[in-house]
């Protein structure tokens, strides 16, 4: 059984509209990383390097994704570690501080991927597998719980089958989950955490936010997760080293979760 409650944000592909979701965060007492790619992705505007030591300096984690955003899985030795290496370098000349966390550009990664990134010398790497609470994972494969996007019933499917998770998939189905929005969800899997422990994970996008118009919806979200005594609110680096020190004391699992 989990002892810990823990609730980390992430965000991914640097654009400038990260600053309006670090804003909201601080406003909540609420920490996370960013994962920044070192050239914009999709037309995209880009942070800047005073972006990154603001951000820094305010107590988020700034996180390597790549430099380029491309498919790692598909590249060459010699692209990938281009894409791995030389974006944490950039990061660090930036920041004057090491760069520990990478994300996979659209979550695609095999075991090449994961060697390359643990050679570049990072500690763990976050994933796009959604709906899990367990703080026992592998540090290069760091799962989710929701995203901040309105999900249909399919791409919840396809999450569970990716994962396994037939028993998660049956419960999925039998109660109805495929009805509610990606708020309700994310607010019964954290009270969830709060009643058993685990680990509250909401990652998102926020030029996608923003397009979407739910920039109410999150700060509906972040301020039902804040300000709870009982829990822990941590960056995903810092949230390797928690989940590491309670592996050596449980052996855990989120199999209590009921969809």
Request: aromatic residues 10%; hydrophobic residues 35%.
């Amino acid at each position: 059984m989990h002892t810990l409650r823990i609730v980390t944000t992430s965000w991914d592909d640097g654009d400038e509209r990260d600053m309006r979701v670090a804003e909201l965060l601080r406003s909540e007492g609420l920490t996370g990383t960013f994962y920044v790619p070192t050239r914009p992705y999709n037309g995209l505007t880009l942070l800047t390097d005073p972006d990154l030591r603001r951000l820094h300096a305010d107590g988020l984690e700034i996180g390597g994704h790549s430099v380029s955003h491309r498919n790692l899985a598909n590249l060459s030795n010699a692209e990938l570690h281009y894409e791995v290496q030389d974006c944490k370098a950039a990061l660090e000349q930036a920041l004057g501080e090491p760069v520990t966390m990478f994300c996979y550009p659209n979550g695609r990664y095999s075991m090449p991927v994961i060697q390359c990134v643990r050679k570049a010398g990072y500690k763990g790497a976050r994933t796009t597998r959604m709906l899990s609470l367990t703080s026992d994972f592998d540090p290069f494969e760091m799962p989710t719980s929701v995203q901040a996007f309105p999900h249909r019933t399919p791409a919840y499917i396809r999450n569970l089958l990716k994962a396994r998770k037939i028993s998660s998939l049956v419960k999925y189905m039998a109660n109805g989950w495929g009805s509610r929005t990606w708020v309700e969800v994310g607010k019964e899997m954290f009270d969830h955490v709060l009643q058993y422990g685990g680990v509250w994970h909401l990652y998102g996008h926020s030029w996608e936010i923003d397009q979407l118009e739910i920039w109410h919806d999150l700060a509906e979200l972040l301020r039902y997760v804040s300000h709870h005594d009982q829990v822990i609110y941590t960056t995903n680096g810092q949230l390797l080293s928690l989940a590491a020190q309670e592996k050596k004391e449980y052996a855990i699992t989120d199999a209590q979760f009921s969809l």
